[in-house]
């Protein structure tokens, strides 16, 4: 199982930014797959979760209805986190990552992720 994060980058506040996350070892029929940030000495927060079975999403509050999480079931097997009207405090290091369920909970516990990859907003 292998997940790789890329997309991360410097952006000024109100900039847009989508993020990739190359999985494999499995498909995403299987397992659902999350995006979670972590700034250091800092909690995870957990920021939005794409289930497998049917697609069913959720978001952090603190991102919802700025962030779009999607899905390419096909040969690429990506999840993607577009990121819109991004502001400061979503500076973070933003994993992708999994819990081998099927199904996304508000506090997944993830047993497998890639390294991360940096967002930087500036203001």
């Known amino acids: 199982v292998q997940l790789q994060a890329s997309g991360g980058g410097l952006v000024q506040a109100g900039g847009s930014l989508r993020l990739s996350c190359r999985v494999s070892?499995?498909?995403?029929?299987?397992?659902?797959i999350g995006w979670f940030r972590q700034v250091p000495g800092k909690e995870r927060e957990d920021v939005a979760c794409?289930?497998?079975?049917?697609?069913?999403?959720?978001y952090a509050d603190s991102i919802a209805g700025r962030f779009t999480i999607s899905r390419d079931n096909g040969l690429n097997n990506k999840v993607y986190l577009q990121m819109n009207n991004l502001k400061p405090e979503d500076t973070s290091l933003y994993y992708c990552?999994?819990?081998?369920?099927?199904?996304?909970?508000?506090?997944?516990?993830?047993?497998?992720w890639g390294q991360g990859t940096q967002v930087t907003v500036s203001s």
């Open positions: 990552g999994t819990g081998l369920t099927p199904f996304c909970m508000r506090e997944m516990k993830y047993d497998y």
């Open positions: 070892g499995f498909s995403l029929d299987d397992y659902a």
């Open positions: 794409i289930s497998s079975p049917d697609g069913t999403t959720i």
